[in-house]
């Protein structure tokens, strides 16, 4: 995204009723079930291991309901395709998870925690980036293919989604998906007034 509109969106979505709704609203499946999205609590995004530093866009972390297990969720905004962010995800995953043992806070010793690594992107291009890293790295024997790095993570494509306002009352992540695709005073007005019902 523009660094200004990034910038906004980190101040949006800083807030953990926002990321509540991302979640609940725009990552499919019942997950969201077995997460205690009262628990969401916001982490520092730089990671800094000796010479090298990383700034991630957002991480924010909750506890699965049944074990407690601390679910980390690495949000990243994107306004243009960018060929090799399943390669940046897999550095991101790392660096959170290297920094999580640096400074003693897993949760479980000797356990690394799982990370959903989310991409939020709002461009006006088609997203046609790698959905996995494999799909970057050159085809290799059968044999040599299990030690090849696997990295996925979760496209919330904003151009894709079908965001109407209808079923999405009070979700806050709607809204303002709805408010960047107004194109008139009247398509705002609409927005708002589904807000306020």
Excluded: C
């Excluded at 077995?34 to 916001?42: A, H, I, K, P």
């Excluded at 994107?78 to 060929?83: A, F, G, I, L, Y």
């Amino acid at each position: 995204m523009g660094q200004d509109h990034d910038n906004g969106y980190k101040d949006i979505f800083s807030h953990p009723e926002i990321v509540r709704d991302l979640l609940v609203g725009f990552v499919t499946g019942n997950w969201t079930d077995e997460v205690d999205l009262t628990t969401l609590e916001r982490v520092n995004a730089s990671f800094v291991l000796g010479p090298q530093a990383r700034h991630g866009d957002m991480v924010w972390k909750a506890r699965l309901k049944k074990n407690g297990l601390e679910l980390y969720i690495l949000l990243e905004f994107q306004s243009r395709p960018d060929r090799w962010i399943a390669l940046r995800m897999l550095v991101y995953v790392g660096m959170l998870k290297q920094t999580l043992i640096k400074n003693g806070a897993l949760s479980r010793p000797y356990r690394l925690p799982p990370v959903l690594p989310i991409v939020l992107y709002n461009g006006a291009r088609r997203w046609d980036a790698a959905a996995d890293l494999s799909q970057l790295i050159e085809p290799v024997p059968q044999w040599l293919d299990r030690w090849q790095p696997r990295q996925r993570y979760y496209l919330i494509d904003e151009r894709a989604l079908a965001v109407d306002g209808s079923g999405d009352r009070g979700n806050l992540v709607a809204a303002l998906f709805q408010m960047e695709r107004a194109r008139t005073p009247e398509d705002l007005r609409r927005v708002v007034y589904r807000l306020k019902v």
